[in-house]
T-cell receptor, first 109, second 111 residues
């Protein structure tokens, strides 16, 4: 059974700081990795995807993938109060996604 | 361009009843997946439909069934509702095995 593990948090950071979110997965054959942001009562919104080892940057967001360690992370630079949400890590297996439980991020002004 | 639309947005049922949730995929998408998200949990895969057939299924009982229509829209049916079926039901569409786009969900409360 595929598993995706995340620290449930909450992770609290001050405005302007770097928030670091982590995720591990069990299926070594996984090829595609995603980070979704979910505001309370809303549906998940894709913010980053990564498919190969290394870093991928998009604005204030950087996703990092280490397949040997089965580890994915998301860095949010210059965190804003509007970034306060639950961040879901998801791993793809033939067009279906296995999600972690999510990490709640709280950015204080 | 309309995204993924789901209906109803909220509904309340009692134990033992049946419910039907509906989903219209994003324009150009041919694949619909359904997920259940309980409070405080990540979404869990229920099943996926492609070309009007169930292509993959997660670990959900037969009380959960679905259908895809020729226009790619889809329904999720749940029979003999249990209290534990209370959750946010998310529909996601994609073109084949591409990126998933989620609808806003249908929040089901079972009393």
């Amino acid at each position: 059974q595929k598993e995706v593990e995340q620290n449930s948090g909450p992770l609290s950071v001050p405005e302007g700081a770097i928030a670091s979110l982590n995720c591990t997965y069990s299926d070594r054959g996984s090829q595609s990795f995603f980070w979704y942001r979910q505001y309370s009562g809303k549906s998940p919104e894709l913010i980053m995807s990564i498919y190969s080892n290394g870093d991928k940057e998009d604005g204030r967001f950087t996703a990092q993938l280490n397949k040997a360690s089965q580890y994915v992370s998301l860095l949010i630079r210059d965190s804003q109060p509007s970034d306060s949400a639950t961040y879901l890590c998801a791993v793809s297996g033939y067009s279906t996604l296995t999600f972690g439980k999510g990490t709640m991020l709280l950015v204080s002004p | 361009d309309a995204g993924v639309t789901q209906s109803p947005t909220h509904l309340i049922k009692t134990r033992g009843q049946q419910v039907t949730l509906r989903c219209s995929p994003k324009s150009g998408h041919d694949t619909v997946s359904w997920y259940q998200q309980a409070l405080g949990q990540g979404p869990q895969f229920i099943f996926q439909y492609y070309e009007e057939e169930e292509r993959q299924r997660g670990n959900f009982p037969d009380r959960f069934s679905g259908h895809q229509f020729p226009n790619y829209s889809s329904e999720l049916n749940v029979n003999a509702l249990l209290l534990g079926d209370s959750a946010l039901y998310l529909c996601a569409s994609s073109f084949g095995t591409g990126e998933l786009f989620f609808g806003e969900g249908s929040r089901l409360t079972v009393l």
